[in-house]
Nanobody, 125 residues
Framework: QVQLVESGGGLVQPGGSLRLSCAAS????????TDWYRQAPGTQRELVAA???????NYADSVRGRFTISRDNTKNTVYLQMNSLKPEDTAVYSC???????????????????WGQGTLVTVSS
């Protein structure tokens, strides 16, 4: 069984910084992509940032230049560094990954999609 566990959320003042972590554990051959999504009350979930196994990144326009996604393949962990936080960044942030549990799955392009439980980020004075 594969799990994603997020950490690092909390309360921060506007202009402050937080770093979220998403650690994958279990039967994993390789991780294809890892994304961070967020959902604020009364809104739809939106993609915040994504990183591929080769290190290519993509960001939502609302966070580009303020957030940085990175991954440590040796630890199966992805980070989201969030700087210059704004009240509108307040949301539950969830980690999502597409991964291959085994080499056979990788050879046959059978990836597993896994979600973390989410971590709350509150930006408020």
């Amino acid at each position: 069984q594969v799990q994603l566990v997020e950490s690092g959320g909390g309360l921060v003042q506007p202009g402050g910084s937080l770093r979220l972590s998403c650690a994958a554990s279990g039967r994993i051959f390789s991780i294809y992509t890892t994304d961070w999504y967020r959902q604020a009350p009364g809104t739809q979930r939106e993609l915040v940032a994504a990183v591929t196994s080769s290190g290519r990144t993509n960001y939502a326009d609302s966070v580009r230049g303020r957030f940085t996604i990175s991954r440590d393949n040796t630890k199966n962990t992805v980070y989201l560094q969030m700087n210059s936080l704004k009240p509108e960044d307040t949301a539950v942030y969830s980690c999502h990954a597409r991964l291959f549990p085994s080499y056979a799955d990788y050879e046959n392009d059978r990836y597993l999609e896994v979600w973390g439980q989410g971590t709350l980020v509150t930006v408020s004075s």
